[in-house]
C-alpha cells in the first residue's frame, strides 16, 4: 500500500550530541501528543470513517506521522550518540540509559513510555476529527515548547519542519470536517453518528 522512499522528509544532521535536550525531544516520540499516537490514531480512525476524501486524509496523515517518528529518532539518536559516562551523568540522563543504554525508546519528556491510552478511536467521524483536530495543535503547542528550550540550529531546523507540517495537518482535518459536515444534516450535525447509523 506504501511506497517507501530511503530518506528522511527533512535532512537531520547534528553535530553536536545533547543528551538533556535528548530527553525533552523524545516526548514527539512517544508522549501523550506525539508522532507514535498521531499516526497510530489517523491509521485506525480511517477504517470505519464512511467517506473516502476523509480516509483518504486520515491514511496521508497517519503515513507522513510515521514518518516524522522517523525524524524524531533520528534526532534523538543524533543528540546522543558517542556519549561519555561524564556526559551521560551531567546531563541526568543516566535514568534513561540505566534501561535503553543510548537506544531510541518511545516515551514522554516526563518518563513515562508510550502508550495507546493517550489516543482515540471513537468509531464517529465528527468525534474523531474533532479529536485530530486538537491533536494537530497540541503537538503544534509541543513543537512551540521545545523550540523555546532548544538553542542548536542543527535541531531547531527540523523541529519548524515538524512545526509547519502539524499546521497543515491541522488544515488538512479541517478539509476533512467539512467533507462529513456537508453529507450531514445541517439543522443538527449531531443527530446521528455517520459511522454507525444508517
Not at 495543535?137 to 538553542?151: C, E, F, I, P, S
Not at 467533507?179 to 455517520?194: E, G, K, S
Request: with cysteine.
Amino acid at each position: 500500500m506504501w511506497t517507501y522512499e530511503k530518506k528522511l522528509q527533512f535532512p537531520v544532521q547534528i553535530k553536536t550530541p545533547n543528551p538533556a535536550m535528548a530527553k525533552v525531544i523524545i516526548t514527539q516520540l512517544g508522549g501523550p501528543d506525539g508522532e507514535l499516537a498521531a499516526s497510530m490514531r489517523y491509521l485506525n480512525q480511517r477504517y470505519s470513517m464512511p467517506y473516502k476524501e476523509c480516509k483518504g486524509i486520515l491514511t496521508d496523515v497517519g503515513t507522513e506521522e510515521l514518518a516524522h517518528a522517523e525524524m524524531i529518532g533520528s534526532i534523538v539518536h543524533q543528540l546522543t550518540r558517542c556519549l561519555s559516562m561524564e556526559e551521560i551523568k551531567e546531563a541526568g540522563f543516566d535514568a534513561y540509559f540505566v534501561d535503553h543504554t543510548t537506544g531510541v525508546y518511545p516515551q514522554a519528556a516526563a518518563g513515562f513510555p508510550f502508550t495507546t491510552a493517550v489516543l482515540q478511536s471513537k468509531g464517529d467521524a465528527l468525534t474523531d476529527l474533532f479529536e485530530d483536530l486538537a491533536a494537530e495543535q497540541k503537538a503544534r503547542t509541543t513543537y512551540d515548547n521545545l523550540l523555546r528550550l532548544v538553542d542548536d540550529p542543527d535541531v531547531i531546523a527540523p523541529l519548524k519542519f515538524l512545526r509547519e507540517r502539524e499546521v497543515v495537518h491541522f488544515q488538512r482535518f479541517g478539509d476533512a470536517l467539512r467533507v462529513v459536515q456537508d453529507n450531514l444534516d445541517c439543522r443538527n450535525f449531531y443527530a446521528m453518528n455517520p459511522e454507525f447509523d444508517k
